[in-house]
């Protein structure tokens, strides 16, 4: 009896030591899974953070400072200071890639935020090789997303501005937005006629002066029913000051 019970007390310590062998490599092979599915979590997260293109992070106008800076293509890291002089007479002059110009005279008195930010963008050449993303028949051409559908920006986005300018004639020039306060950047539409709906919902800062038979005739695109179908680019917009 007594050889017997000192068998037993053998074999159960000898599978102890086994039960804890095998819970020490579950632990480790368990810790071994875990250190390499964080390896590709963090391979994964570096992947996207270098391969997609940076967010529109919500920022408000400055008022000086140094040029904002580009934090990836044709995005930046905060609004432009204001450098408009609102005295003086603003003009932007599209040339459309597949030939033909228009020229927007611009109201630095009536939106200095909304201008300002344009032509900011245009002197960086931001608008060069940009489509007209959304062009609706008798409603508007709109343009200024790099992306191309609708979905893009600059980088940083203002406030609306109220003025006494509607939308009263054909190529009237105004932010496109959101729908939300404080959602412009750098998309911008064009009417083809009157759209007095839309008065007080939209920025206007611009009215096209010389070329909107160019404007006319920018070739229709409606995203949603044709996304793999690129628009009419710009080519240029350069910007004068008299």
Same mark, same amino acid.
Do not use: C
């Given at each position: 009896?007594?050889?017997? !019970?000192?068998?037993?007390?053998?074999?159960?310590?000898?599978?102890?030591?086994?039960?804890?062998?095998?819970?020490?490599?579950?632990? %480790?092979?368990?810790?071994?899974?875990?250190?390499?599915?964080? +390896? +590709? %979590?963090?391979? =994964?997260?570096?992947? &996207?953070?270098?391969?997609?293109?940076?967010?529109?992070?919500?920022?408000?106008?400055?008022?000086?400072?140094?040029?904002?800076?580009?934090?990836?293509? $044709?995005?930046?890291?905060?609004?432009?200071?204001?450098? &408009?002089? $609102?005295? $003086?007479?603003?003009?932007?002059?599209?040339?459309? =890639? #597949? *030939?033909?110009?228009?020229?927007?005279?611009?109201?630095?008195?009536?939106?200095?935020?909304?201008?300002?930010? /344009?032509?900011?963008?245009?002197?960086?050449?931001?608008?060069? *090789?940009? !489509?007209?993303?959304?062009?609706?028949?008798? /409603?508007?051409?709109?343009?200024?997303?790099?992306?191309? !559908?609708?979905?893009?920006?600059?980088?940083?986005?203002?406030?609306?501005?109220? #003025?006494?300018?509607?939308?009263? $004639? =054909?190529?009237? +020039?105004?932010?496109?937005?959101?729908?939300?306060?404080?959602?412009?950047?750098?998309?911008? /539409?064009?009417?083809?006629?009157?759209?007095?709906?839309? #008065?007080?919902?939209?920025?206007?800062?611009?009215? +096209?002066?010389?070329?909107?038979?160019?404007? #006319?005739?920018?070739?229709?695109?409606?995203?949603?029913?044709?996304?793999?179908?690129? *628009?009419?680019?710009?080519?240029?917009? !350069? %910007?004068?000051?008299?």
């Amino acid at each position: 009896m007594k050889n017997s !019970t000192h068998s037993n007390s053998k074999r159960q310590a000898r599978l102890a030591r086994q039960a804890a062998r095998a819970r020490r490599n579950a632990l %480790i092979r368990n810790i071994a899974i875990g250190v390499a599915a964080l +390896v +590709v %979590i963090v391979i =994964a997260i570096v992947w &996207i953070a270098t391969h997609q293109p940076a967010s529109a992070a919500a920022s408000q106008p400055s008022t000086g400072g140094a040029t904002p800076a580009l934090v990836g293509t $044709k995005t930046y890291a905060s609004a432009p200071p204001m450098t &408009i002089d $609102k005295t $003086k007479q603003y003009f932007a002059t599209v040339t459309m =890639a #597949n *030939g033909g110009q228009f020229v927007i005279q611009l109201y630095p008195d009536k939106a200095p935020i909304a201008v300002n930010s /344009f032509v900011f963008l245009a002197n960086q050449g931001y608008f060069n *090789g940009v !489509t007209f993303h959304r062009v609706l028949s008798g /409603f508007m051409a709109q343009g200024g997303d790099p992306a191309g !559908t609708g979905g893009g920006g600059p980088g940083y986005t203002f406030a609306n501005e109220a #003025n006494d300018l509607t939308f009263d $004639k =054909a190529g009237v +020039v105004a932010m496109a937005n959101t729908g939300l306060p404080n959602s412009n950047g750098s998309q911008f /539409f064009i009417t083809f006629a009157p759209q007095a709906y839309l #008065n007080g919902g939209y920025t206007i800062f611009g009215q +096209v002066t010389s070329g909107m038979d160019v404007v #006319n005739a920018i070739k229709l695109r409606d995203p949603d029913k044709s996304p793999t179908y690129l *628009g009419d680019a710009m080519q240029s917009v !350069t %910007i004068a000051v008299k």
